[in-house]
């Protein structure tokens, strides 16, 4: 089994807990929310892409000394703004694979962090249960059918895509993640991407 057990008070708090140290020593920006981590760091020189190498190292040891290990399948690689060099790194002995757009905490972004696609999928499904509704309702009251428009009218992946707390696109950045088995809609839109 692996991942933080679903349904228990006590287990968030249990892991928030032992991951507590897995930021000692790392040079670059390292957010953890419930069982991800992001690592991202700024890559417009050699040293940059360095740094990230060095903090990836750092972690596999963690997870080594801990007893733990980081599912290398869900880790991922985007990279981040105009002329990113796109540097390869790798976690153990293992390349990490690249990805040109990544679904984070419920926010689908791409390389360029354009959420259009993100915003365009909620529309679309918000879309299709608009038309279930039309379809199974049969009364064409005003009343009676604005309430339950309402609800599906806002998705709210789209609405928080905009204050997720991306970095600004100036800068170049690679950003590696991770998630050891937790369940997708068990986390929450709004939170920092990066």
Known sequence: MSGVPQGLVLGPVLFNIFVGDMDSGIKCNLSKFA???KLCGVVNTLEGRDAIQRDL???ERWARAN???FNKAKCKVLHVGQGN???NYRLGGEWIESSPEEKDLGVLV????NMSRQCALAAQKANHVLGCIKSSVTSRSREGILPLYSPPARPPSCSTASSSGVPSTRKTWSC???SRGGHEGDQRAGAPLL
């Open 67 to 69: 007893r733990i290990k």
């Open 176 to 178: 590696w993640s991770e």
């Open 35 to 37: 069982d991800d981590i």
């Open 110 to 113: 791409d390389e360029k962090l």
């Open 85 to 87: 060099p796109k540097h």
């Open 57 to 59: 190292d750092r972690l």
